[in-house]
Structure formats: structure tokens, C-alpha cells
């Protein structure tokens, strides 16, 4: 096959309101630290389920290319200084699919899709790999972009279908497993999961559970500090983000000041304790 045809195609794609290309993303005020910012995140007509640090921007537009029409969805979250996170995925035309028969195909077709994003980005191809999702085929690679963003990506074949996962980032070593609980998080509705990792690991690394979340908000509408404190040192312990590790930590110094005061605060300063979420 011809990889050449798919660089128009991807360049016009992957160039679409900038949204194949995380970037960093503006300055904002301080999070909830007591929340978890991982929250999973469902697309019935994407047919998958990721964890994503935050409500994802939608995006859909209509690429046309040397190969038919193609409607682009995009999810994206932006994490100010720190990340921000991609998944997308478009369905090839039936009868360009057919083409992908033999595994030989089907990775030259990978291959100049990792080409293509590599200049439609304008990034340094640093490395690429071969990995799959349960059977179906993809690639994780590896970009150098500019103002020191390094961008990491995963690529999959699901039939007809195209999913395309990124993070880019200028702090990708304070990051690591967040990135990878990102791209280990991901499942088709049948539930396939991608583990493999760039340098060829395999396993499962999840990010911060939102049920530590649901503990952390119980603890506090109860004003059970101790247990509170407890489950903000598991959050600490799974957050490689240095910003939210010390807001947490900051955090955890107000717990122990309630603890060892064992002070009783009003419920109306405690953000999000109704009753339905344990308060009194």
C-alpha cells in the first residue's frame, strides 16, 4: 500500500482547530484539592470508556480527504501547567477497509498514520512500536513538539475504526503514571484494554479512583477527620502531579489542624455534604 495518499488525509485531520495536538493549556485558579480528577468518561457512538482528568471538550467536524468525506470526533481535557489529554477516532470507508487484510497491511497502514500525525504536527518522530488491543492491532509512539512538549500517543485498527489517544506535556517525567493509567484505562464496550507500554511493559496502572473521592467526601460530611486523613494519604500516594500532590498536602495540614482541635464545623461550610452525599 501506498502511504503517501494518507498524508494529505491526516495533515488536513490532525490540523482541525488544533485539536490533535495537546498542548499546555492556560493558567487557572486552584482545584477542589478533596476532589479526584479522574472521573471516567463514556462515548456511547465511540463505543469506548476512558478515565479522564475532567469533563472532555466534544469536537466533531466533517474532513474531506482523497479517500471519502470522514466525520472526526475529538474528546479533550485540559490540565493548565501540567497536560493535556486527547482521545479521537473517525471510521475509515468500507471499501478502504477491506484493503487491510493481512497483518503486513494493516501495519504499513499504521505505520504511515504515525508518519502522517509526525508531520501534520510538526513533531520529531522519537520512537514508535508495535502493541495491540486485545486483537486488534495499533502503535504507541513517542513526539518531540515544540517549547519542549513531548507528546505521547497510541494508535489503534478496530475494524473500520480509527482511535487515536495522546498527552502531551513539558513535564512528562512528573507525569508518568498518570499518562499511563490514561492510556491503560481505555476499553472498547466489549472491554479490550491497551497495556502495553512504550518501552514493551504490561499490566494495568489506574489513576487516582474516583471511589477514594467518594471516601474523602464521606469522611469530611461526617467529620470523621482521621478517616479523612487516611484517604488523602492514599490520594497523595497515587498523584504524580506535583501541583495537586502539595494542594493535597496543604489540604491534609487543615485535616490534622480539625483532628487534633476536634473541632465540629458548621455543615453549611462543607461544600457538597447533603444528605445524599453523607452529611447530616
Known amino acids: 500500500m501506498n502511504t503517501k495518499v494518507l498524508l494529505p488525509f491526516l495533515i488536513t485531520t490532525l490540523l482541525v482547530s488544533g485539536s490533535a495536538t495537546p498542548g499546555i493549556g492556560r493558567a487557572e485558579p486552584p482545584i477542589q484539592v478533596a476532589q479526584s480528577i479522574w472521573k471516567p468518561f463514556s462515548s456511547a457512538e465511540g463505543n469506548f470508556t476512558v478515565l479522564m482528568p475532567g469533563t472532555p471538550r466534544q469536537e466533531q467536524d466533517t474532513i474531506n480527504t482523497e479517500l471519502a468525506p470522514l466525520n472526526l470526533n475529538a474528546f479533550t481535557v485540559e490540565r493548565p501547567n501540567e497536560a493535556n489529554y486527547l482521545v479521537a477516532y473517525f471510521d475509515l470507508p468500507g471499501d478502504f477497509s477491506t484493503m487491510l487484510q493481512t497483518s503486513g497491511q494493516i501495519n504499513e497502514f499504521l505505520t504511515g498514520v504515525v508518519l502522517g500525525l509526525s508531520?501534520?504536527?510538526?513533531?520529531?518522530?522519537?520512537?514508535?512500536?508495535?502493541?495491540?488491543?486485545?486483537?486488534?492491532?495499533?502503535?504507541?509512539?513517542?513526539?518531540?513538539?515544540?517549547?519542549?512538549?513531548?507528546?505521547?500517543?497510541?494508535?489503534?485498527?478496530?475494524?473500520?475504526?480509527?482511535?487515536?489517544?495522546?498527552?502531551?506535556?513539558?513535564?512528562?517525567?512528573?507525569?508518568?503514571?498518570?499518562?499511563?493509567?490514561?492510556?491503560?484505562?481505555?476499553?472498547?464496550?466489549?472491554?479490550?484494554?491497551?497495556?502495553?507500554?512504550?518501552?514493551?511493559?504490561?499490566?494495568?496502572?489506574?489513576?487516582?479512583?474516583?471511589?477514594?473521592?467518594a471516601q474523602l467526601r464521606q469522611a469530611v460530611c461526617t467529620q470523621n477527620w482521621s478517616q479523612a486523613i487516611n484517604v488523602v494519604n492514599r490520594m497523595i500516594g497515587q498523584i504524580d502531579s506535583q501541583d495537586v500532590r502539595q494542594q493535597l498536602v496543604d489540604y491534609k495540614q487543615k485535616l490534622q489542624g480539625f483532628a487534633s482541635s476536634d473541632s465540629v464545623v458548621p455543615a453549611s461550610e462543607l461544600p457538597d455534604c447533603s444528605p445524599g452525599n453523607g452529611g447530616n
Open 119 to 213: 508531520e501534520s504536527m510538526a513533531g520529531q518522530l522519537l520512537n514508535q512500536q508495535t502493541i495491540n488491543l486485545n486483537n486488534y492491532s495499533g502503535k504507541a509512539f513517542r513526539m518531540q513538539h515544540s517549547e519542549g512538549v513531548v507528546g505521547r500517543y497510541r494508535l489503534y485498527l478496530v475494524n473500520q475504526r480509527v482511535y487515536l489517544l495522546g498527552v502531551g506535556t513539558s513535564k512528562e517525567k512528573y507525569l508518568q503514571k498518570s499518562i499511563q493509567g490514561f492510556f491503560n484505562s481505555f476499553r472498547l464496550a466489549g472491554g479490550a484494554t491497551g497495556t502495553v507500554t512504550p518501552e514493551g511493559a504490561t499490566g494495568t496502572v489506574s489513576p487516582p479512583s474516583a471511589n477514594l473521592n
